[in-house]
């Protein structure tokens, strides 16, 4: 027997093995559901994010004043957006007041910004089985869009690439 082979013998006897702590695997990429997106112009985001501090003290105070029990836990800039991280998952109402307090400050281009909304998920959608041909003619891209518009299924859903 080798000497590595006994030395763990004896460990396990004695029970003092060492164990593995377990590792978290991380399968969220991209922002989460706490996160609100708030979709603007750099310029616009760059003037919030300099003074982040105070403008996540008045989101809260605004929050506080419409009894929400969520708070705001920092801002950050990506991209063409400004994204909020929140204790809890935000509610349409506490959206809207978000929305009041970006548009009321100052040196803000209010036409230059879009309203407060939450990440979207992405699914992925396979049709098969449809007919080529229709009794007026072949099946485009854009009739696919229009009746997957019409359905209510898909009332909400933006797509990432054309059918």
Do not use: W
């Not at 082979?5 to 164990?19: I, P, T």
């Amino acid at each position: 027997m080798s000497a590595g082979k006994v030395g763990k013998m004896m460990k396990a006897m004695n029970g003092s093995e060492e164990k593995k702590k377990p590792s978290i695997n991380m399968t969220i990429r991209g922002p989460l559901r706490k996160q609100v997106i708030v979709p603007m112009v750099k310029s616009n985001a760059k003037l919030i994010v300099q003074s982040a501090h105070q403008h996540i003290a008045n989101i809260n105070n605004c929050l506080r004043n419409i009894k929400s029990d969520i708070i705001v836990d920092f801002l950050r800039v990506s991209n063409d957006k400004v994204n909020i991280t929140m204790s809890k998952l935000a509610s349409p109402s506490d959206l809207t007041t978000i929305e009041k307090y970006i548009k009321n400050i100052n040196n803000i281009a209010l036409d230059l910004i879009e309203s407060p909304h939450l990440p979207k998920s992405k699914l992925y959608l396979k049709i098969i089985g449809l007919l080529h041909l229709m009794g007026n003619g072949i099946i485009t891209p854009d009739f696919v869009k229009g009746v997957l518009k019409e359905t209510h299924l898909f009332k909400d859903v933006s797509l990432a690439s054309k059918p």
